[in-house]
């Protein structure tokens, strides 16, 4: 069964870009889409976006402008960038593999890292 | 691209049934069949309950199920037991590869 570990700093200064790396064991990154999902403390879960691993790319029309995924294949790792964070983007960011045809849906999630945006 | 819309609580008894709604628009729920619906217990991530409207992954029981009608999308939980208290939350495919959640629900089982 795959398993998604999310890793990054949990705390960034106003302003400063936000850098987190999903490791994913027990299986490929590759042929997959994989996904950021982000909650603020108590508030609903909000998708980032999705890359798969051709390097495609689909953003959330509100955080495209600031944000940027990549991945790594010899590492098996997903990585995802939020620019000019304010306290706005303080939540819990989670890795998610999927969604993929025909489900479309989010299958497996990691166990999410708090990011604290705070001077 | 609005968030559905879903009660923010609903309660049951145990053996009760209940439904929750998500409402969306003709450009995400109305349109697509790609709505899933996930379960989160204080503390932990989601878990995927159902996907394309009305399919169960393996392993999540036959007590969950979806449902659509036009742009409003519903689980229904039955038999409802003191492990089903969690936030749930619907999601759809949202056109131009978007997908928007609803704001969560928060299930008390009395």
């Known amino acids: 069964q795959v398993q998604l570990q999310e890793s990054g700093p949990g705390l960034v200064k106003p302003s400063e870009t936000l850098s987190l790396t999903c490791t994913v064991s027990?299986?490929?990154?590759?042929?997959?889409?994989w996904s950021w999902i982000r909650q603020p403390a108590g508030k609903k879960l909000e998708w980032i976006g999705r890359i798969y691993t051709t390097g495609t790319t689909n953003y959330n029309p509100s955080l495209r402008s600031r944000v940027s995924m990549s991945l790594d294949t010899s590492k098996n790792q997903i990585s995802l960038k939020v620019q000019s964070m304010t306290a706005a983007d303080t939540a819990v960011y989670y890795c998610?593999?999927?969604?993929?045809?025909?489900?479309?849906?989010?299958?497996?999630w990691g166990q999410g890292i708090l990011v604290t945006v705070s001077s | 691209q609005s968030a559905l819309t879903q009660p923010a609580s609903v309660s049951g008894s145990p053996g009760q049934s209940i439904t929750i709604s998500c409402t969306g628009t003709n450009s995400d729920v109305g349109t697509y069949i790609l709505v899933s619906w996930y379960q989160q217990h204080s503390g932990q991530a989601p878990k995927l309950l159902i996907y394309?409207?009305?399919k169960r992954p393996s392993g999540v029981s036959d007590r969950f199920s979806g449902s659509k009608s036009g742009n409003t999308a519903s689980l229904t939980i039955s038999g409802l037991q003191a492990e089903d208290e969690a936030d749930y939350y619907c999601?759809?495919?949202?056109?131009?590869?978007?997908?928007?959640f609803g704001g969560g629900t928060k299930l008390t089982v009395l």
């Open positions: 998610v593999r999927g969604p993929f045809p025909p489900a479309m849906s989010f299958e497996s």
């Open positions: 027990g299986g490929s990154i590759s042929n997959y889409y």
């Open positions: 394309e409207g009305n």
């Open positions: 999601c759809s495919y949202a056109g131009s590869s978007t997908w928007v």
